[in-house]
């Protein structure tokens, strides 16, 4: 659990980190090169070096993994959506005001951050920090942070050996289209939340990380990321489902009611 209270450390200092930072190597880069140490990190972690006497090897490429992609959306949700200035003359003795001040001020921020897929991600990376590694979860953000790399690569039309040989995979990947490779994306992330469910009953449970996984799910479809998989879910699955098991209907219900939004805000300026 020490690893979320270092990406707190790093989350409330993010600013003095920003600064430091900032000096040496711009946002832009500093993204990038989170996203290639996640790329390593993810092709490191598939081998086998367990088998081979040096399973530290596989816990660094997982660190890698993790944090190179964690600290490359926690940038880019900094740059995209700066925290709004909190309240100066907060009166703890009137807490309750104190938190509705805040509240005020934070509400219309996360309800805008809530929509970006960078948030999604850091949310997902903050998730299994503390969880067990499994090749699922550094699938996912390797993907992700493959595309980024390549596709900063193909704009500046980058000259160094490893684009040369990873080029004609990535045009491959292109004709095939972003949209059909997202899909199966957002497929597999709620095919392993069914996975983490059906964990539960198994010796490798991980209890914490599926109630979160589920929560994170949730953001993804109010965003509108996983209409559409939902959708092929219901169409392919679930209907047939509740026709062989007409049990599982309101069960099924239940889960469709707790995706929806429960409160409707509205923020009003002051």
Same mark, same amino acid.
């Given at each position: ?26 946002? +832009? ?53 700066? *925290? ?6 907060? +009166? ?9 001040? @805040? ?10 951050? *809530?929509?970006?897929? =960078? ?9 299994? *920090? ?9 699938? *996912? ?6 595309? @980024?790399? $390549? ?45 983490? @469910? ?10 914490? &990380? $599926? ?16 209409? +559409?998989?939902?959708?092929?879910? =219901? ?5 047939? &489902? ?29």
């Amino acid at each position: 659990m020490w690893w979320l209270a270092i990406a707190a450390g790093c989350y409330y200092f993010r600013g003095k980190i920003a600064e430091i930072a900032g000096r040496y190597v711009s946002r +832009d880069k500093l993204t990038f090169f989170g996203h290639c140490a996640c790329v390593f990190g993810s092709l490191l972690f598939i081998v086998p070096f367990e088998m081979l006497g040096f399973g530290v090897i596989k816990n660094l490429a997982w660190m890698a993994a993790l944090w190179g992609h964690g600290a490359a959306s926690m940038t880019m949700v900094a740059k995209n959506d700066p *925290l709004p200035d909190f309240p100066t003359n907060l +009166d703890f003795k009137n807490w309750k005001q104190s938190l509705t001040d @805040v509240g005020v001020k934070i509400q219309p921020w996360l309800q805008n951050v *809530l929509t970006r897929v =960078d948030f999604h991600y850091l949310f997902f990376v903050l998730i299994f *920090l503390a969880a067990s590694p499994t090749v699922v979860v550094v699938a *996912l953000v390797g993907r992700r942070s493959f595309w @980024v790399v $390549c596709t900063d690569w193909e704009k500046t039309n980058s000259s160094n050996m490893i684009w040369s040989l990873v080029k004609p995979r990535w045009e491959a990947l292109q004709a095939a289209g972003r949209k059909a490779i997202v899909e199966k994306c957002n497929l597999f992330e709620i095919g392993y939340g069914i996975w983490l @469910v059906i964990s539960l009953f198994l010796p490798t449970r991980q209890i914490f &990380a $599926c109630i979160l996984y589920w929560h994170f799910l949730k953001i993804r479809y109010q965003a509108g990321k996983h209409k +559409d998989a939902w959708l092929f879910f =219901d169409q392919t699955f679930a209907q047939k &489902a509740v026709k062989a098991v007409p049990l599982l209907q309101k069960p099924l219900g239940m889960a469709k009611g707790w995706f929806q939004p429960q409160v409707q805000y509205q923020y009003r300026p002051q």
